[in-house]
């Protein structure tokens, strides 16, 4: 079955812009999660996304948003970026069920300049 | 206070050799679950092994395996017979009941050496 898929892979823009990211994950899974990994912060939890609601929302500025839509695609926002916004972006699904596990894309990574 | 912890930044395994990467947790949850992730220089995140905090037995999954041990609080990965595929970055990670969310741990780099 497909993975998770994140786009684009990659992805360089400037400060002040902004940018949306997409997930789409495994077929079934209705849970969507976003993390931020930086060389400095390490893994750091957005939100998670169930069945289009935002369940959970980690420690970022207002800046950072998400949706997620029926088909249980979800994409994530960042406006006005700051050089610190330069990481990686990770996107895992989930079918809710914590045994079951988080699967991961390959991540968008984000340059600001 | 850190929820999870890695306390070796990077590690060397000769080919074919066993290798364990701790990682200690902290929660005052009953309920939780552990898991390991790998991460190569790709950077995508692949899934390892499960530990869910009320198994009674060990997780294994082929070369994986997870040293559970509750009282102590840590939950220690295990590979065996180490390829030299298995270089990479190896996160703990746990979730705790009500917070759908992942804690990670800062990682340990393993390298394999022929």
């Known amino acids: 079955k497909a993975g998770v898929t994140q786009t684009p892979r990659y992805l360089i823009k400037t400060r002040g812009q902004q940018v949306t990211l997409s997930c789409s994950p495994i077929s079934g899974h209705r849970s969507v999660s976003w993390y931020q990994q930086t060389p400095g912060q390490g893994l750091q939890f957005l939100f998670e996304?169930?069945?289009?609601?935002?369940?959970n929302k980690g420690n970022f500025p207002g800046r950072f948003s998400g949706r997620q839509f029926s088909n249980s695609r979800s994409e994530m926002n960042v406006s006005t970026l700051e050089l610190g916004d330069s990481a990686l972006y990770l996107c895992?699904?989930?079918?809710?069920?914590?045994?079951?596990?988080?699967?991961f894309g390959s991540g968008t990574r984000l340059t600001v300049v | 206070a850190q929820k999870i912890t890695q306390t070796q930044p990077g590690m060397f395994v000769q080919e074919k050799e066993a290798v364990t990467l701790d990682c200690t947790y902290d929660t005052s949850d009953q309920s939780y679950g552990l898991f390991w992730y790998k991460q190569p220089s790709s950077g995508e995140m692949i899934f390892l092994i499960y530990?869910?905090?009320?198994?009674?037995q060990n997780a294994t999954e082929g070369r994986y395996s997870l040293n559970f041990q509750k009282a102590r609080k840590s939950a220690n990965l295990v590979i065996s017979a180490s390829q030299l595929g298995d270089s990479a970055m190896y996160f703990c990670a746990m979730r705790e009941t009500g917070r759908r969310a992942l804690t990670f741990g800062s990682g340990t780099r393993l390298q394999v050496q022929p």
């Open positions: 530990q869910g905090s009320y198994d009674e």
């Open positions: 895992a699904s989930s079918t809710g069920q914590v045994s079951d596990g988080y699967t």
């Open positions: 996304y169930f069945s289009e609601t935002q369940r």
